[in-house]
Antibody
């Protein structure tokens, strides 16, 4: 079955960077676009960006241009999200996600990784 | 890209039907049939309830249905049950090849 297992919680200081991983299993990793979505405490979902199956192309939400880097390692079926110049507003749960086998959606989700930015 | 507009809250009694709206523009909701809806209970991961405007994943109750008219998509839940109480989010593909979520709607079952 499809599984997306994310790395553990992180605590970072303002200005630092964080890199969150998402290990995929149960499907052919090089077939699907992968996405990152975040949710600040008590707030809604926010789409951050996506990476194509080969890892050659990314598309980021305008809010994250210049600070977000998404990569994928096809040899280990692992997706990465690196966010730099962290500020307190980046405190959130970060999710990786993939669509179901059909349609355009976020059908499968990782368990989420809490990133706390605090001095 | 601005967030899609959802009502902050809706409520209904058990057995009733409710509808949650999701309003965007011709560059997102109105331009593509790629609207999906998610249910999120407190502390849990979002769950896909409807995709491609009106398709239901296997295992999702047929009490949940979706539709779209112009720049507004809607999620209807019929026969409300206590377990339906949750936050609901819509999302749409956009003309910028990105995705945008709605602000979310808190459903209260009275």
């Amino acid at each position: 079955q499809v599984q997306l297992v994310q790395s553990g919680a992180e605590v970072k200081k303002p200005g630092a960077s964080v890199k969150v991983s998402c290990e995929a299993s149960g499907f052919t990793f090089t077939t699907y676009y992968m996405h990152w979505v975040r949710q600040a405490p008590g707030q809604g979902l926010e789409w951050m960006g996506m990476i194509n199956p080969s890892g050659s192309t990314t598309n980021y939400a305008q809010n994250f241009q210049g600070r977000l880097t998404m990569t994928r390692d096809t040899s280990t079926s692992t997706l990465y999200m690196e966010l730099s110049s962290l500020r307190s507003e980046d405190t959130a749960v970060y999710y990786c996600a993939r669509r179901f086998e059909e349609g355009y959606n976020f059908g499968y989700w990782g368990q989420g990784t809490l990133v706390t930015v605090s001095s | 890209q601005s967030a899609l507009t959802q009502p902050a809250s809706v409520s209904g009694s058990p057995g009733q039907s409710i509808t949650i709206s999701c309003t965007g523009t011709s560059s997102d909701v109105g331009g593509y049939n790629y609207v999906s809806w998610y249910q999120q209970h407190p502390g849990k991961t979002p769950k896909l309830m409807i995709y491609d405007v009106n398709k239901r994943p296997s295992g999702v109750s047929n009490r949940f249905s979706g539709s779209k008219s112009g720049n507004t998509a809607s999620l209807t839940i019929s026969g409300l049950q206590a377990e339906d109480e949750a936050d609901y989010y819509c999302t749409s593909y956009t003309s910028s090849s990105t995705w945008v979520f709605g602000g979310g709607t808190k459903l209260t079952v009275l």
